[in-house]
């Protein structure tokens, strides 16, 4: 794959915070971004130099935008893997549609961490009724039963206590098939974000430790508070995964320690990550930049990290009423998403707080450090 020169175009598929991100990295390389977005004033079209308004599945939309750029890449998986076709058809596309078919859905998610020797938690599929009975017999409860496809954020999921709960969820999730899920007894939940280029270089972020709070992400630390040894096997997990996926670009990773200490992957996302977001503050090179520079060809430099840090989204009215005192806060670096109506549940934005290198506090620290926005510890890892 040849370097893609300064003044070219890279496109973007998808409107987001992700795409946002990635195309003010792309403009610190000398890149122009253009978007392909539903939304004509969402965040990523507020700061790109081009913006094709269409569906993902509009062919005549996506070929104006293939026209347009000259190599593409997208930011969430929640998009045509059809059209991912017809645009690779027309200019270089990374990652592949190949890879983006196997994270939208998550048998064959599982299917290919089996296949690759990569650890997960107990599963089984579920077609119909029979198969969810056999599920829970072969699980035992609690176990979670999720649908396939489009769940992100604690949604498409519910966690089945009993057989008298099997109905319901079986005639509430959709579409189907569903995967249920074994319980694992998890001691936290880590990430790694992992770039590679067409030559087959790597470049691993080290290992984050993550918090959810109602299935939202809510706090990120780097880097994880688990033993180096751990931190190493987690690390080289995810090159092995990028490797198998012949991978080109960037790869959100996140797995669970077990209480064993023992790793399980949960699952994996080609594109910056929410729980990559400490990078832009505490890294030379943060991952919306690796992501730019693995598309498009320019080398990866080593995933350094100059200090520790906490991550923490800003959710909804609650948070960005706080706005004013997170802008206050010397130590509380904001990044704001551009989003204007704050919904309950909404990803609006985050900050990030920085300590020096193997300084990451304890508990009461990071409280104290997180200023207006300090909160009791999040109590769940959905």
């Known amino acids: 794959m040849n370097r893609l020169p300064p003044g070219r175009v890279l496109g973007i598929v998808g409107g987001g915070q992700l795409g946002r991100m990635s195309a003010i990295a792309a403009a610190r390389l000398g890149y122009r971004a253009h978007v392909l977005t539903p939304e004509a004033d969402g965040p990523a079209a507020q700061v790109s130099h081009g913006v094709t308004v269409g569906r993902y599945d509009d062919h005549d939309a996506l070929r104006r935008f293939a026209g347009a750029v000259d190599v593409i890449t997208f930011e969430f998986e929640n998009i045509s893997a059809d059209g991912l076709d017809l645009l690779s058809g027309i200019r270089p596309v990374h990652p592949a549609g190949a890879i983006l078919r196997i994270s939208q859905d998550r048998i064959a998610e599982k299917s290919f961490m ?128 990028a490797t ?31 729980s990559g977001h400490w990078t832009m503050n505490a890294c030379p090179v943060d991952q919306f930049e690796m992501h730019v520079r693995a598309v498009t060809g320019l080398p990866l430099p080593p995933a350094i990290r100059h200090s520790d840090a906490v991550m923490k989204n800003l959710i909804g009215p609650d948070d960005m009423a706080l706005w004013p005192e997170i802008l206050a806060a010397p130590r509380l670096l904001a990044h704001h998403y551009g989003k204007v109506e704050a919904r309950p549940g909404r990803k609006m934005g985050h900050v990030n707080v920085l300590f020096p290198a193997g300084g990451l506090p304890g508990e009461f620290g990071v409280e104290a450090a997180l200023g207006p926005l300090a909160t009791p510890p999040a109590d769940d890892a959905a």
């Open 244 to 274: 198998a996926l012949g991978l080109i670009g960037l790869l959100g990773v996140e797995m669970f320690v077990d209480h064993d200490g023992s790793l399980r992957v949960n699952e994996i996302a080609p594109r910056p990550h929410n």
């Open 114 to 241: 089996g296949e690759n020797g990569v650890p997960v938690a107990p599963w089984h599929a579920v077609e119909n009724r029979a198969d969810l009975d056999r599920a829970a017999d072969a699980l035992g409860y609690p176990f979670i039963l999720k649908t396939t496809r489009l769940g992100y954020d604690g949604k498409g999921q519910a966690r089945i206590h009993s057989a008298a709960e099997l109905d319901h969820a079986f005639d509430t999730l959709r579409p189907h098939p569903l995967v249920a899920e074994g319980m694992v007894r998890f001691a936290c939940e880590v990430s790694v974000m992992v770039a590679r280029n067409a030559r087959g270089d790597i470049s691993t972020f080290d290992v984050t430790e993550n918090r959810h709070r109602n299935g939202i992400l809510d706090i990120s630390l780097a880097p994880a508070r688990i033993p180096p040894a751990l931190a190493a096997q987690a690390q080289e997990l995810a090159r092995r995964i």
